[in-house]
Nanobody, 122 residues
Framework: VQLQASGGGLVQTGGSLRLSCATS????????MGWFRQAPGREREFVVI???????SYAADVKGRFTVSRDNAKNTLYLQMNSLKSEDTAVYYC?????????????????WGHGTLVTVSS
């Protein structure tokens, strides 16, 4: 499975961005898809996952502001980010984990895309 994230950019505090993650390769596999982010000097952290069955789980600090969705027909994952804060500044990564579960750890993911940078300025 190959993943390609896009949609990052510079936005002001309170603004919105939508990230996309196009998948290719073995799209017939059942897998959950997640978004992670990594700010400078910090470890990569979980943001959200949408499972193969459509269940979602969000990190506490993005819940209510971010919305994940997946279009299986287009093999694309989305992350709508609203009410952005300066602390949301990070490189955002999409990832795929084989299986039907909800996965929070980076080690649970089998495939990763290159990141896309989101910068929120005050």
């Amino acid at each position: 499975v190959q993943l390609q994230a896009s949609g990052g950019g510079l936005v002001q505090t309170g603004g919105s961005l939508r990230l996309s993650c196009a998948t290719s390769g073995r799209t017939d596999l059942r897998y959950g898809m997640g978004w992670f982010r990594q700010a400078p000097g910090r470890e990569r952290e979980f943001v959200v996952i949408i499972s193969s069955r459509g269940y979602t789980s969000y990190a506490a600090d993005v819940k209510g502001r971010f919305t994940v969705s997946r279009d299986n027909a287009k093999n694309t994952l989305y992350l709508q980010m609203n009410s952005l804060k300066s602390e949301d500044t990070a490189v955002y990564y999409c990832a795929a984990a084989r299986g039907d579960g909800i996965y929070y750890r980076t080690g649970s993911y089998n495939w990763w895309g290159h990141g896309t940078l989101v910068t929120v300025s005050s």
